[in-house]
């Protein structure tokens, strides 16, 4: 048998994969890879998030929060710290922009990993937020 060897995604296939994920960003994404700028490209996407939250997109969100997870799980370790840092760091601010409900479907169908990772993250905030 032969041994398989996984692909991972560095930087630049995140960002060509990110290109066909969002269309409507491609021209923005671009610009921000010519300068080599994953984390704002990251951000882009959290951006876009938000605005289709503000139009009650959830649907849309989810697909989108999926995709991401799809790229975390295939991604080299400095794509899944960006993704964590930047983009799961971002549902605190989703949260706080959607109601119970909405909120409740976002958290419900979001990959396990960035449930963890939303966790784990909101009980460090706790802790250091009461020690300041």
């Given at each position: 048998m032969k041994?398989?060897?996984?692909?991972?995604?560095?930087?630049?296939?995140?960002?060509?994969?990110l290109k066909v994920f969002y269309p409507t960003l491609q021209n923005e994404i671009e610009k921000l890879s010519v300068q080599n700028?994953?984390?704002?490209?990251?951000?882009?996407?959290?951006?876009?998030?938000?605005?289709?939250?503000?139009?009650?997109?959830?649907?849309?969100?989810?697909?989108?929060?999926k995709m991401m997870g799809w790229l975390y799980r295939n991604g080299t370790n400095t794509v899944k710290q960006m993704i964590e840092n930047l983009f799961v760091r971002s549902f605190r601010s989703f949260k706080k922009q959607t109601d119970t409900h909405q909120w409740n479907i976002l958290y419900q169908y979001m990959p396990v990993s960035f449930q963890k990772i939303y966790v784990k993250q909101t009980k460090m905030d706790e802790v250091l937020f009461k020690r300041h």
């Open positions: 041994n398989i060897e996984k692909k991972v995604i560095n930087e630049n296939g995140a960002i060509e994969h700028n994953f984390a704002g490209v990251i951000q882009t996407t959290v951006d876009h998030l938000k605005n289709l939250l503000q139009e009650s997109k959830i649907n849309i969100v989810n697909h989108n929060i």
